[in-house]
């Protein structure tokens, strides 16, 4: 499967971000995916993930509550809804696509809070 991100970008701290990734090569409901950050300096780390169907989500403790990840399988996307943006959110922020012990990564996507 082959990911692009799109929606990064500079934004103030307290404002929001909604990340796409797209998808093409194979059909994204056969899919789990998810997100995850680089920060400079930091190893990556998980940020959301959700199921092939949509149905069953999961967060990293620090983004809990702020955002919120879905996905549209008829339009091969995946959304990453960022709210209540931190200057620690600052990060490469990464798509990815599992299955069937398979794992393929975007390019990623720069996210800058700062005022």
């Known amino acids: 499967l082959q990911l692009v991100e799109s929606g990064g970008g500079l934004v103030q701290p307290g404002g929001s971000l909604r990340l796409s990734c797209a998808t093409s090569?194979?059909?994204?409901?056969?899919?789990?995916t998810g997100w995850h950050r680089q920060a400079p300096g930091k190893e990556r780390e998980a940020v959301a993930c959700i199921s092939s169907s949509g149905r069953s989500t999961n967060y990293a403790d620090s983004v809990r509550g702020r955002f919120t990840i879905s996905r549209d399988n008829a339009k091969n996307t995946v959304y990453l809804q960022m709210n209540g943006l931190k200057p620690d959110d600052t990060a490469v922020y990464y798509c990815?696509?599992?299955?069937?012990?398979?794992?393929?990564w975007g390019q990623g996507t720069q996210v800058t809070v700062s005022s």
């Open positions: 090569g194979s059909t994204l409901e056969e899919y789990a």
């Open positions: 990815w696509s599992f299955t069937r012990g398979y794992v393929d």
